[in-house]
Structure formats: structure tokens, C-alpha cells
């Protein structure tokens, strides 16, 4: 909230471009595909399972995935709207 609150103006003169907000979004989502990716191989080398047999992916995953793409919807809409005067 405060950053936010520092960085009205920047906001409205459009120095602070579509990827700042998009970057963190994007490796979001990078990260946590890694880490599925990391933890199947992991629970298949140790159990010889899959991690979805094991565990119920719960808002924890996908929250993340939710998130990220309100992100990504979000700054499209500032982007879009915040540049006509």
C-alpha cells in the first residue's frame, strides 16, 4: 500500500512501465511449475509414487497460479485504461 502510495505520480506520468508488474507474475509461475516438476521427481525416486497420488493439490498451489494470473489481468487493465487521458 505504501509503495503504491509513493508511486502514484510515477504511476500517472508512466514511468513505471507494464513490466514490473508482469516480471514477479511470470516467475511465479515459473517457480512453481519448477517445483512441481522437482517434487514429482523427488516422491517418484523416494516412493516410487506420484506426488498428485500423494497429496491433494490445495489453494496453496493454486492460489499461486490465481494470483498470478489476476497479476497479468491486472496490469493489461491498468496498461489499457491508464494511458487515455
Partial sequence: M???YKHRNDLKKGIIKLTTSLIPAILTIISMITWMILMEIAELRLYDLS???????SFGVLGMFLEAGLIISGSF???KCGSKP
Fill in 51 to 57: 506426488m498428485w497420488n500423494r497429496y491433494l493439490p
Fill in 2 to 4: 505504501l509503495s503504491a
Fill in 77 to 79: 487493465l491498468i496498461k
